[in-house]
């Protein structure tokens, strides 16, 4: 007898299972989207690192030319005349290798009270008298003895005490101090015309010796620091605006993040579509003094998947939400049906149960296989067009395999009336008799879905890249069957000639995915492809046995 109280809730079947697909698919989509965002950021992180790479490879160059001018001026105590430094200077072509470099010199060093030697040092150098400016209370003095490029917008700084400005002051301290190179925070070059130019400074200490010179190697001239002095715009400019142009916007802070300490902003504006968690901050430590630089995509970055993609999955997912809820009210017609017969005989009862357990076997199925074959389908698609296509195609090649079983009553297919059948979709053209040969063999329902998606993939090969569109004579299927019993196994060969020269793929496609998969996972066989001149030959090798397969 049928529960009268279960019918009622039957009619919601339908519904319930098209909210589930539904959510199941929109829960998918969304995670695709999430997975395209996760993605894009991680490629913005490696495009920061390529420039993070040129800023620090740029920075690398500009110390290089700190280290070798403080060779120089140790390999001659200190003693360089202004024509052998500007001999230095020109040879280096700064113009064209140091691209932000404003200027280089030497600095020497005396305690308060003993400027005069340093005067002194100017006199003989520039053959003028200069005195050292402006007047300091601190305990040493620090002026400049040589500077390049020596132009008119440059010569007030010679004999100019880098000691007294607040913001030079520590970095010499710490290069007297240690011995090692330092760098300025933000300053302001007020050198020539522009009084507003940022930049900054590194001093190195000649010989390397920490502490503070003796008095008498002060007397002596030797001691001092030479230094490299930087305009920051031209100098990232030439780091970030080399070819290919990167696709971010930066900036670059002396410390602290402030517009007091900008030291550069690039021109390029960043784009608005990307929020802040595209935004990436790294440090750089130059000379002891720590910079932060934040990086944010520009407008000509893209992302490493198309949006577009988890938009198909959702559509798709809610058009096959549609189908299975369809399916399951044709479902519940069927019940309803097998119910009327169940009150009628026992018989009907068991021919209702097992009717019901074959359908949902197979429903499952097909919508497991619909389900992976729209998966890769869209992974492997460049746009809905593609998606479409490939997906109605392999669709189709699933329903005439579903079309010869039917016809059969869900018992066995012939392999030749199927291979007619899936070369004849492809082609649109009638099959010459010598195309096919082969014996007589019977195919489960396993095997005729497998291979007739196999036979699909391998003639829309065939139709793409080899000569069976020009000639159909191009291509021959031939199988024979092996063994006895249980040990019975189809081998069959797919062979393909022509003048185009077919070779092996630079890369696997889903088709041979798909074709593999049926093969090996499916029905447990093997199959090999042979790529030479003569054309392509694929052979495949399954077991016939369904006992092989359980």
Same mark, same amino acid.
């Given at each position: ?16 299972a ?29 495009t ?28 001659r ?28 010199g ?5 305690r ?6 340093l ?40 004999g ?13 301290d710490?290069?007297v ?49 030479v ?9 990232f400019?030439?780091?970030?605006g ?55 995509p520009?407008?000509?970055?893209s992302?490493?998947?198309?949006? +577009?993609?988890?938009?198909? /999955? !959702? $559509?798709f997912?809610?058009? *096959? @939400? ?47 296989r ?60 009638e ?12 195919l489960?329902? +396993?095997?005729?879905?497998? /291979? !007739? $998606?196999?036979?699909?993939? *391998? @003639? ?26 249980k ?16 070779s ?33 030959t ?13």
């Amino acid at each position: 007898m049928s529960d009268g109280n279960a019918h009622p809730l039957k009619k919601f079947f339908s519904v319930a299972a098209f909210l589930a697909v539904a959510l199941a698919s929109l829960a998918m989509a969304g995670f695709a989207y999430v997975a395209s965002q996760e993605a894009a950021r991680f490629k913005f992180e490696a495009t920061v690192d390529d420039a993070m790479n040129r800023i620090e490879g740029r920075l690398d160059l500009q110390l290089s030319l700190l280290r070798s001018t403080q060779a120089l001026f140790e390999a001659r105590g200190g003693q360089i005349s202004r024509s052998e430094f500007n001999a230095f200077f020109d040879a280096l072509e700064i113009k064209d290798n140091f691209k932000g470099l404003r200027g280089m010199g030497f600095v020497g060093f005396a305690r308060r009270g003993e400027e005069a030697e340093l005067e002194k040092r100017i006199t003989q150098l520039h053959g003028v008298s200069r005195p050292i400016l402006p007047p300091s209370e601190e305990d040493w003095r620090a002026p400049v003895l040589l500077y390049e490029p020596m132009d008119k917008a440059n010569l007030d700084i010679i004999g100019f005490d880098m000691f007294t400005d607040p913001a030079r002051r520590p970095a010499i301290d710490m290069a007297v101090r240690t011995g090692q190179p330092h760098a300025t925070g933000r300053v302001i070059l007020n050198q020539g015309e522009d009084k507003s130019i940022p930049g900054f400074l590194v001093f190195d200490s000649i010989g390397k010796r920490a502490g503070a010179p003796t008095a008498s190697e002060a007397r002596q001239g030797g001691s001092g620091l030479v230094f490299i002095a930087f305009r920051t715009g031209d100098l990232f400019q030439a780091a970030l605006g080399t070819a290919p142009q990167l696709p971010v916007n930066a900036e670059i802070y002396d410390g602290k993040i402030s517009d007091d300490t900008l030291f550069y902003r690039s021109p390029q504006q960043p784009s608005a579509a990307y929020g802040k968690k595209f935004q990436v901050q790294r440090t750089i430590v130059l000379g002891g003094q720590p910079w932060k630089l934040i990086f944010r995509p520009t407008a000509a970055f893209s992302e490493p998947s198309s949006p +577009t993609i988890p938009v198909m /999955l !959702g $559509l798709f997912g809610l058009l *096959l @939400a549609g189908a299975v809820a369809m399916v399951a009210r044709y479902q519940e017609r069927a019940y309803d049906a097998v119910s009327q017969l169940h009150e009628a005989t026992e018989k009907s009862l068991l021919d209702k149960d097992l009717m019901l357990q074959e359908m949902k076997h197979r429903i499952k199925n097909s919508i497991t296989r619909v389900l992976a074959m729209a998966r890769q389908t869209a992974a492997h698609a460049t746009d809905l067009n593609e998606f479409s296509q490939s997906f109605a195609a392999r669709l189709q090649a699933m329903a005439a395999s579903q079309d010869m079983l039917t016809r059969s009553r869900w018992q066995k297919a012939d392999l030749r009336e199927l291979l007619g059948i899936e070369l004849r979709q492809v082609f649109g053209k009638e099959l010459p008799d010598a195309m096919l040969t082969g014996p007589m063999v019977l195919l489960d329902e +396993t095997m005729t879905q497998a /291979l !007739g $998606l196999t036979f699909h993939e *391998l @003639a829309t090969n065939a139709l793409k890249y080899g000569d069976v569109g020009e000639s159909m004579e191009a291509l021959k299927v031939r199988w024979t069957v092996t063994g006895q019993g249980k040990d019975r196994r189809l081998q069959l060969s797919w062979e393909e000639s022509g003048s185009k020269n077919i070779s092996v793929p630079s890369k696997v496609g889903f088709g041979t995915k798909l074709i593999n998969m049926n093969i090996e996972r499916e029905l447990y066989g093997t199959i090999a492809r042979d790529y030479a001149e003569r054309g392509l030959t694929v052979r495949i090798e399954i077991p016939l046995a369904a006992a092989a397969r359980k």
